[in-house]
């Protein structure tokens, strides 16, 4: 079955740096994969979506790259601030349509220190 | 728009004793999720509903968890028993249901079996 891993580590960083989060799957290539980010007490907030045959994604401070030979994909925040600290989410689907289940790695948690 | 509502917000109950718990997806959407985080985990999936049929139910522990959605709206998710295992935080979310949907949650249900 699919696995995902995510740095379960903290990753601490100094504000205005960029933060470089890692997400490694194993068995088949998603059709997509998702970034969330998600707070203490609250849910999952949907950040950007990256289908398989792009390279590279960008919103803002925000970056996403997906490398299916290496099946991997980094999440980058630059110039970082103390409001980006939380929990980040990565999650796959096999396919693009929506039978597949929607399957998330275990989150990294981010601190930016000002 | 309005959010995915989920009630209660927290919940305490002692093992052996049934829960239920509610959710009101953004209107519109056509699937709906439950999730179970378990602290320090990433989201499980434990049901998955298009409309008002059940898409994905592999990991739904059938033996005491059930979940209807009524009229392809609002949804329901029971435990019955509770295990002390069972505690986590219960996450509903809702998608529009064409291809490379982004997942909305709610801020979830926090469970405590003791």
């Known amino acids: 079955s699919q696995k995902i891993e995510q740095n379960s580590e903290a990753l601490n960083i100094q504000e205005g740096k960029t933060a470089t989060l890692t997400c490694n799957y194993t068995?088949?290539?998603?059709?997509?994969l998702q970034w969330y980010r998600q707070d203490p007490g609250r849910g999952p907030v949907f950040l950007l979506l990256i289908r398989e045959n792009e390279k590279e994604k960008r919103k803002e401070r925000l970056k996403v790259t997906f490398d299916t030979t290496l099946k991997q994909s980094l999440f980058h925040i630059t110039a970082s601030q103390p409001a980006d600290s939380a929990t980040y989410l990565c999650a796959l689907r096999r396919g693009s349509s929506n039978t597949g289940k929607l399957i998330f790695g275990q989150g990294t948690t981010l601190q930016v220190k000002p | 728009e309005a959010g995915v509502a989920q009630s209660p917000r927290y919940k305490i109950i002692e093992k052996r004793q049934s829960v239920a718990f509610w959710c009101n997806p953004i209107s519109g959407h056509a699937t709906l999720y439950w999730y179970q985080q378990i602290l320090g985990q990433g989201p499980k999936l434990l049901i998955q509903f298009q409309n008002n049929g059940v898409v994905d139910d592999s990991q739904l522990p059938k033996d005491r968890f059930s979940a209807e959605r009524l009229k392809g709206v609002d949804s329901t998710l029971k435990i019955q028993p509770a295990k002390l295992e069972d505690s986590a935080v219960y996450l509903c979310a809702s998608g529009t249901g064409t291809g490379n949907e982004k997942l909305f949650f709610g801020s979830g249900t926090q469970l405590s079996v003791l």
């Open positions: 068995n088949y290539s998603p059709a997509y």
